[in-house]
Structure formats: structure tokens, C-alpha cells
């Protein structure tokens, strides 16, 4: 399973996709990971990603905190844009065609081929959603934050499990 990736880099924060594609399959991608890039620094450490009144301590073994996906299909997208697309996933418009067709629907640009991507504009016109695919589709998946070393907030992953049983292969050739 060779790994691809591909980034979307006409947005304020570049959303990677990391994929693999199967060797005996070559049509068959998945996305393993999606990594919306904060700030271009050195990660100095890496958390998960928690909301107020989410505490570690309160896990089982192998449990996580996580971002729940329904449709098959995720999306990043700033929390100040809430209310815009909110609005835009009701407008009677975008209702015709349907909101799952929206954003489950094949985009114009995918990033990665044979993966569906759709990108929806902000409020000013900018790419400022893109929804994806998640691994292998409906569930939960842990979420972390990459710091720097002043404790900033460096990148934002969702990581969709594709890997998990994945057995590490040496490199092949010199």
C-alpha cells in the first residue's frame, strides 16, 4: 500500500489528505489521515484533541475521544464559519440537489483520484471547506493537535484508522 499525498494549498490553512492506494488494487484509495496544516512549524509534540469537558483519564484501554463521521464523508473547516454554512447547506438551492449530494457528491477538483472531494467557497469566496472521505467510512476517529514548542497549535489530524493493522515493510532497494 504505498501512501500519496496532496494538499489544498489556495486555502488560509492547507487540508492534506495522506492515502494509501492498494497494490493489488490499484483503484482502491483510502484516506488514512487528514491533516489541516495551522501554521508551517516543527511539531514538537503531539496531544489529543479535546473539548471541554472530555478527560483522558476517564478512557478504557484502546478508547479515544474522537470525530464522529456519518455519511462516510468528513470535513475541517474553521468553528467562525459555522453559521455560513449552516446557511448554505439550507439554502433551497443546494436543498434541491440535497445537502448528503453536496458534499457526498464527486467534486469538480478532487484531490486525489479515485477518493471524492468536494470544496465549498466561504463567505468571500474563498475555499474554505472541503469534505472527504474517511478511511473506511462511517465511525469515529481520533483527532490530535501538533504543537511547537511555545505550545502553539502547529496542525490538526484526524486519523482514520486505514493503518491500524497495517504490518510495517522494509524499504526495497539501496
Same mark, same amino acid.
Given at each position: 500500500?504505498? #501512501?500519496?499525498?496532496c494538499d489544498r494549498r489556495s486555502q488560509r490553512y492547507p487540508l492534506r489528505l495522506s492515502v494509501v492506494r492498494f497494490t493489488?488494487? &490499484? $483503484?482502491?484509495?483510502?484516506?488514512? #489521515?487528514?491533516?489541516?496544516v495551522v501554521q508551517e512549524a516543527a511539531? @514538537? %509534540?503531539?496531544?489529543?484533541?479535546?473539548?471541554? *469537558?472530555?478527560?483522558?483519564? =476517564?478512557?478504557? $484501554? !484502546?478508547?479515544?475521544? /474522537?470525530?464522529?463521521?456519518d455519511g462516510g464523508m468528513g470535513c475541517l473547516f474553521d468553528a467562525s464559519l459555522l453559521?455560513?454554512? #449552516?446557511?448554505?447547506?439550507?439554502?433551497?438551492?443546494?436543498?434541491?440537489? /440535497?445537502?448528503? $449530494?453536496?458534499?457526498? /457528491?464527486?467534486?469538480? =477538483? &478532487?484531490?486525489?483520484? *479515485? @477518493? %471524492? @472531494?468536494?470544496?465549498?467557497? *466561504?463567505p468571500t469566496g474563498e475555499p474554505s471547506l472541503t469534505a472527504? $472521505?474517511? !478511511?473506511? /467510512?462511517?465511525?469515529?476517529?481520533?483527532?490530535?493537535f501538533g504543537r511547537d514548542g511555545s505550545g502553539g497549535i502547529t496542525a490538526v489530524v484526524v486519523d482514520f484508522l486505514v493503518l491500524n493493522e497495517a504490518e510495517r515493510l522494509d524499504p526495497i532497494g539501496p
Open positions: 500500500m504505498p #501512501a500519496h499525498q493489488d488494487d &490499484p $483503484e482502491h484509495v483510502r484516506v488514512c #489521515a487528514a491533516v489541516l511539531v @514538537t %509534540r503531539w496531544e489529543p484533541a479535546l473539548i471541554p *469537558g472530555q478527560d483522558p483519564a =476517564d478512557l478504557g $484501554e !484502546g478508547e479515544f475521544f /474522537g470525530f464522529g463521521v453559521d455560513h454554512f #449552516a446557511a448554505v447547506l439550507d439554502d433551497s438551492d443546494y436543498n434541491k440537489a /440535497g445537502w448528503v $449530494e453536496l458534499l457526498c /457528491g464527486d467534486g469538480p =477538483d &478532487p484531490l486525489v483520484s *479515485g @477518493t %471524492r @472531494t468536494v470544496t465549498l467557497s *466561504g472527504f $472521505e474517511s !478511511g473506511f /467510512g462511517d465511525g469515529a476517529y481520533p483527532v490530535w
